[in-house]
């Protein structure tokens, strides 16, 4: 039995990391792993990067193909789809973020990992209100693939 199913906490061995070439790009992650009938982030996906053989698979990413548009990411129910773009010597992690206070451009927040730890300091870039909150924040490069939460310190 994997962490995750035990614990509920997702590691990187357990997902489909994209190169650093993609990541420089700017791209969607998915950290679904539950076979379950669930598929709107396949609907949302304007350029079709996100496929599933049938409806209970998990969704696979052609990481080819996706834009970074963050379509995806607003339409997940279960909270599991994430933007990561490395920019330098840091990286843009767009996330869903259903909590309150809902932070401010330019705010300080703590980055959180996926056991919900503080791991950096983070800066937000970007709120966008659609279905669910998304917030964009700046955090060092290294933790690209590890922020996956904020906290909001007023």
């Excluded at 990391?17 to 304007?46: D, F, M």
């Excluded at 056991?115 to 933790?143: N, S």
């Amino acid at each position: 039995m994997k962490r995750w199913e035990r614990e509920g906490v997702v590691e990187l061995e357990d997902l489909d990391i994209p190169s650093e070439e993609y990541l420089r790009k700017g791209v969607a992650i998915t950290e679904c792993l539950q076979e379950i009938p669930c598929n709107p982030c396949v609907e949302a996906c304007p350029v079709d990067a996100i496929s599933m053989e049938t409806i209970n698979d998990t969704p696979k990413i052609d990481y080819e193909k996706c834009i970074g548009c963050g379509n995806c990411v607003d339409a997940c129910p279960g909270l599991a789809m994430f933007l990561v773009k490395v920019t330098g010597d840091s990286a843009l992690i767009t996330l869903p973020y259903e909590f309150l206070p809902v932070p401010e451009k330019e705010e300080r927040v703590k980055a959180l990992n996926r056991e919900g730890k503080e791991i950096c300091d983070a800066v937000v870039k970007r709120i966008r209100r659609g279905r669910t909150t998304l917030v964009t924040i700046e955090v060092p490069a290294e933790y690209a693939l590890e922020a996956r939460n904020i906290k909001v310190v007023r």
